[in-house]
């Protein structure tokens, strides 16, 4: 009894976490956040700035803004730090007008994944004011300045090359994009002439035009049955007139014609039919179709006699 | 790399594609008609035309063989003479097709006979297509008057091979054994015709019983068992002189003998102490080979067409069945499994299948089979038929059908058909008195 239920919470255990690794909808892991975490990494003393620094963000789009405010204010929360002096004032402010620069285009960079993200922040950003409001001017952290530069080249560096990267993807791709779109158009075009020429012969001619001409030659097909000896198809080229009558017949291969004797006396047998079966019974309105048309003749039905 | 790659796939798609669409467009409208009538093609064989003299009979007895003949063959059907609106023309001369095509008329036949002295003739015809209005094949011919007949054949064989693309068998001769007299009594003899019937000739005088004759390849020797002095042997009867010859010297009695395609051959049945085995008999140098060695009765013997293969009827399986060997008498296997008992298996000339004769409910039956033993089809019945012989061309056979008898029970018919391979057309062939063992003739030389 103890083993089995010991087995028994052994297997749903197993299930459960099978189930939690294996389906996606139960494990809700996004890693697409990441991008985010650089931000979080600039210096936080400058954010002081904005409380005495001219308002920049006008210009900019206010919601993606918001959204990196917001989370450095939910993330971080440092204590307020005390007031600087001008020059560091102006020299921050730069510096963080930058990184919110690059900030941005990262921000731009993202994939759908935020629009989500963006959806959820906007009641917050209602509440940002509030928050300025209400916030104390935060703590200076202070770095040592040549970790400092470090931290900022690098940064700077990093996304620069990520987005030079990424322009250069985009540019290859839209260069390759216009150039299957450009091969396509041409294609779609030779095609739609293509179809709108096959439609014009093929679409019109149904398989009771094709089969009424059928009937009418195989009448007039009359054949040795010798031919049963050889499986042959007696390719012949037929040119008519509007009222149906049979201009002139061509026998194709005229190689074999010469060469094997059953090939040529099928072939003018295959002849005599096209000319007895004159005029053709073509339809009616589509007779042109008919001005050059081929005929297969095929002995091999011979075989069932 | 991988960008390369696809553009690569890309491009071999899109040229696909646009190859696939020429190709679409670059054909007409195509139809396929595969039906048609197998039935007899309408002729008209105008009376040939003559100079003077006995030409003009000439000509018309000419066009009568050759109506005949192509009729007979099942393949072609000849329009009456009286039907025709324009008068026989000359061959050198374009008929008025429109006096031909309203007749239904689809090949139209001309020709023409010239006394060139009192003892040849130019016989001259022209073969015309009345649909296409167009000349199909001509040919002159300069024979002895006598022989109008055999020119009359090989016109004949010219226009059928030209219609119907394949070769002719109208030039060619038949051998058989002629019978008559009481059941009892019966006198057999050979004789010699034309496939026809006609120019028919005996060959022996029936002083002694012949069976089972054979042409060589050559068609100018003959080769059959007689029963000379009550002795079965296997004798060669020479056409040209008239002379035969024992086919050399056996302990036993030698039957069932048929020549080798090459000619240089002769293969026949020995039997001795109750044993009957295959052997075959080099004519150069009387060299004699045994091909078959069991305790059985292994009989009627005949090449393949290139000689690699030979079928014969044997009984070693418990009923008489046939059995196909190699030319040196290896890998001996059964290919006859229908019900019944199978005989007289024979060869035909293009090798695709083979003849036999089947007994099977107190009835025979002739019937043709693949050389594996698949595809049998019978097409003729009797209360005895036998022995069936192809034509040259491997479309029409030949054998002998006996009646049943009547009365008293002695007197009964025996007479020589022909039937084409489709089992259609069924033909009696006229002898002077009964006839049996037919052999048909390869292609006579020119």
């Known amino acids: 009894m103890v083993n089995s239920t010991i087995i028994s919470i052994g297997l749903h255990i197993s299930i459960i976490m099978i189930a939690y690794i294996g389906m996606p909808s139960i494990k809700t892991k996004d890693p697409i956040e990441q991008p985010i975490d650089i931000v979080d990494d600039t210096p936080i003393s400058s954010q002081t700035s904005l409380k005495f620094g001219p308002s920049n963000e006008k210009e900019e789009d206010k919601n993606k803004k918001d959204v990196v405010k917001e989370e450095k204010i939910t993330k971080l929360s440092p204590p307020p730090p005390p007031p600087p002096s001008k020059e560091i004032i102006d020299k921050k402010n730069n510096e963080l007008k930058k990184q919110q620069e690059i900030k941005e285009i990262a921000e731009l960079i993202k994939k759908k994944p935020k629009l989500n993200v963006e959806k959820k922040i906007v009641p917050k950003v209602v509440t940002k004011p509030n928050i300025i409001k209400s916030s104390t001017p935060p703590k200076t952290v202070t770095k040592p300045e040549q970790i400092q530069k470090k931290q900022k080249q690098n940064l700077a560096k990093g996304l620069l090359n990520t987005l030079s990267e990424v322009k250069n993807q985009n540019n290859e791709r839209k260069k390759e994009e216009v150039n299957k779109t450009e091969l396509l158009n041409k294609i779609k075009k030779m095609a739609g002439n293509s179809n709108r020429r096959a439609d014009e012969k093929e679409i019109k001619l149904s398989i009771t035009d094709i089969n009424v001409i059928q009937n009418h030659i195989t009448k007039f097909w009359k054949l040795s049955y010798a031919a049963s000896e050889v ?26 014609y010469l060469k094997n004797k059953f090939y040529r006396a099928t072939a003018d047998a295959a002849r005599r039919a096209v000319l007895d079966s004159s005029p053709l019974p073509l339809p009616k309105g589509k007779e042109k179709k008919f001005q050059n048309f081929i005929l297969d003749f095929d002995t091999s039905f011979i075989n069932s006699y | 790399m991988t960008k390369t790659l696809n553009q690569i796939l890309f491009n071999i798609l899109a040229l696909t594609f646009c190859l696939y669409i020429n190709d679409v467009n670059a054909d007409d409208i195509r139809i396929k008609i595969n039906s048609g009538q197998v039935e007899p093609l309408p002729v008209a064989i105008a009376d040939f035309t003559g100079n003077e003299g006995n030409s003009n009979q000439i000509g018309r007895q000419i066009s009568e063989v050759i109506s005949n003949n192509l009729v007979g063959s099942g393949q072609f059907k000849a329009v009456e003479s009286a039907a025709f609106i324009a008068p026989p023309t000359s061959p050198s001369v374009r008929p008025n097709f429109t006096d031909w095509s309203p007749l239904g008329i689809k090949a139209l036949v001309t020709g023409s006979v010239k006394n060139i002295n009192n003892e040849e003739i130019e016989v001259e015809f022209r073969l015309w297509d009345v649909i296409a209005e167009t000349d199909l094949i001509g040919l002159r011919l300069t024979v002895a008057s006598k022989a109008w007949r055999r020119v009359a054949h090989i016109i004949s064989d010219e226009i059928f091979e030209r219609l119907s693309g394949d070769s002719g068998y109208f030039d060619t001769r038949i051998v058989y054994v002629s019978e008559s007299g009481p059941q009892n009594k019966r006198v057999k003899r050979l004789a010699i015709m034309d496939q026809d019937g006609e120019n028919h000739q005996y060959l022996t005088d029936g002083s002694f019983l012949v069976l089972t004759p054979r042409f060589s390849p050559t068609s100018q020797e003959i080769t059959y068992l007689a029963y000379f002095k009550n002795e079965p042997r296997v004798y060669i009867f020479n056409l040209e002189t008239g002379q035969q010859e024992l086919l050399g010297s056996f302990p036993g009695m030698t039957f069932a003998p048929r020549f080798s395609p090459s000619g240089d051959k002769i293969i026949m049945s020995l039997a001795e102490k109750g044993i009957t085995d295959i052997y075959t008999m080099n004519l150069n140098n009387q060299e004699v080979e045994r ?23 044997s009984d070693r399986g418990g009923s008489q069945q046939i059995y196909i060997m190699d030319a040196n008498g290896k890998n001996i296997k059964r290919i006859s499994f229908g019900e019944g008992r199978y005989a007289t298996p024979v060869w035909a000339p293009k090798g695709e299948l083979i003849a036999f004769t089947k007994m099977h409910k107190n009835k025979f039956y002739i019937g043709v089979m693949a050389p594996d033993g698949s595809g049998e089809r019978l097409l003729a019945e009797g209360y005895l038929v036998e022995g069936p012989t192809w034509a040259p061309n491997g479309r029409v056979l030949m054998y002998f059908k006996q009646d049943r008898p009547v009365d008293d029970g002695k007197s009964t018919n025996v007479n020589l058909y022909k039937i084409d391979i489709t089992g259609f057309r069924e033909t009696r062939i006229i002898t002077p008195s009964d006839g049996s063992d037919p052999a048909w003739s390869p292609m006579l030389p020119n």
Do not use: M, Q
């Open chain 1, 231 to 256: 499986d042959i198809i007696i390719p012949l080229k037929i040119t008519t007139n509007t009222d149906g009558s049979v201009n002139s017949v061509n026998i194709y291969d005229k190689a074999e």
């Open chain 2, 291 to 313: 091909l078959t060695n069991s305790n059985s009765i292994d009989t009627s013997p005949s090449y393949s067409p290139d000689a690699s293969k030979i079928i014969f009827n």
